[in-house]
């Protein structure tokens, strides 16, 4: 069975700045691909980062609203991938979610994944 759990949310002040994680837990996977997403009560949700890797490079697609902000990286020993949020704002509250496992090209749409962490909670308040 394959799970992600990821870890690093909590409740912070605005410009404060987080990492959030994403490891695998239990069976072993491959996967090219990886993303966070997040969802707000009461709304859908929403893409937020994603990470692909190939032979040669990786490749890296944001949000605008996190763009600049953001870091996704991912340490390829551990298959882990990271989410660094500096200047945090409450606009970013939510619950964060790792995927994994896209069955196709559509990074962006989370119906694409068959793999999700349980979601780790960040408060972004003053």
């Known amino acids: 069975q394959v799970q992600l759990v990821e870890s690093g949310g909590g409740l912070v002040q605005p410009g404060d700045s987080l990492r959030l994680s994403c490891a695998p837990s239990?069976?072993?996977?491959?996967?090219?691909?990886m993303a966070w997403f997040r969802q707000a009560p009461g709304e859908e949700r929403k893409f937020v980062a994603s990470?692909?890797?190939?032979?040669?490079?990786?490749?890296?697609d944001y949000t605008d609203s996190v763009q600049g902000r953001f870091t996704i990286s991912r340490e390829n020993a551990k298959n882990t991938v990271y989410l660094q949020m500096n200047n945090l704002k409450p606009e970013d509250t939510a619950v964060y979610f790792c995927?994994?496992?896209?069955?196709?090209?559509?990074?962006?749409?989370?119906?694409?994944?068959?793999?999700w962490g349980q979601g780790t909670q960040v408060t972004v308040s003053s």
């Open positions: 239990g069976r072993t996977f491959s996967t090219s691909v």
């Open positions: 990470i692909r890797w190939s032979s040669v490079a990786f490749y890296l």
């Open positions: 995927a994994a496992g896209p069955r196709s090209s559509n990074y962006r749409e989370f119906s694409s994944y068959d793999y």
